[in-house]
């Protein structure tokens, strides 16, 4: 039995893509609200952007919308 792996050692993806998407995925898991996992996949796709350097590839609103999530989890947090 061949099993063709050859993709499995290309397999490195872009970090700024999926890891916004795991985080989604687990902070949804974990909080049950779907709300919170996508407020802190945008916050993690925004920050991850701008620490990669890639700031740029991306609209200003998406550091807007970012902004406001920080709000989101501030207000969040002290409730």
């Not at 920080?70 to 969040?76: D, G, Q, T």
């Amino acid at each position: 039995m061949n099993i063709d792996t050859k993709w499995l050692a290309d397999f490195h993806g872009d970090v700024t893509e999926y890891m916004p998407a795991f985080v989604c995925i687990a902070i949804s898991a974990f909080t049950f609200n779907a709300g919170n996992g996508i407020a802190a996949a945008m916050l993690v796709y925004a920050f991850l952007k701008l620490a990669t350097g890639r700031g740029k590839e991306d609209h200003w609103s998406v550091y807007l919308i970012a902004a406001v999530m920080i709000y989101y989890f501030y207000i969040l947090s002290n409730h």
